[in-house]
């Protein structure tokens, strides 16, 4: 099993700043891809970021490229989502996600393990 607990969500003002922390334990960290996807109600859940294993490789949804950014540390367990230039559209619950896997995957399908979510507001 890994647990993973998000932080780091809140209010902010459109053009503004935040990033979201998702801590893992239970299981070697260094073993799963990371995601980040984000759900607004009324809307299915979406993919905004992944990174594999390594770091080695990103991916981001085109409507957030160039202004997210999608980190880990290793050693502590973390993955990160550094989100800048925020819009009113990036309004949703942000969710971390893990897969025991070499790749990328960017659908919610087959990620093995969730967080409860972070609440990310962004008024106009």
């Known amino acids: 099993q890994v647990q993973l607990v998000e932080s780091g969500g809140g209010l902010v003002q459109a053009g503004g700043s935040l990033r979201l922390s998702c801590t893992a334990s239970?299981?070697?960290?260094?073993?799963?891809?990371m995601a980040w996807f984000r759900q607004a109600p009324g809307k299915e859940r979406e993919f905004v970021a992944a990174?594999?294993?390594?770091?080695?490789?990103?991916n981001y949804d085109d409507s957030v490229k160039g202004r997210f950014t999608i980190s880990r540390d290793d050693a502590k367990n973390t993955v990160y989502l550094q989100m800048s230039s925020l819009k009113p559209e990036d309004t949703a619950v942000y969710l971390c996600?893990?897969?025991?896997?070499?790749?990328?995957?960017?659908?919610?399908?087959?990620?093995?393990?969730w967080g409860q979510g972070t609440q990310v507001t962004v008024s106009s």
């Open positions: 990174i594999s294993r390594t770091g080695g490789r990103t």
């Open positions: 239970g299981r070697t960290f260094s073993n799963y891809a």
């Open positions: 996600a893990a897969m025991y896997t070499l790749g990328i995957v960017t659908t919610p399908t087959g990620y093995d393990y």
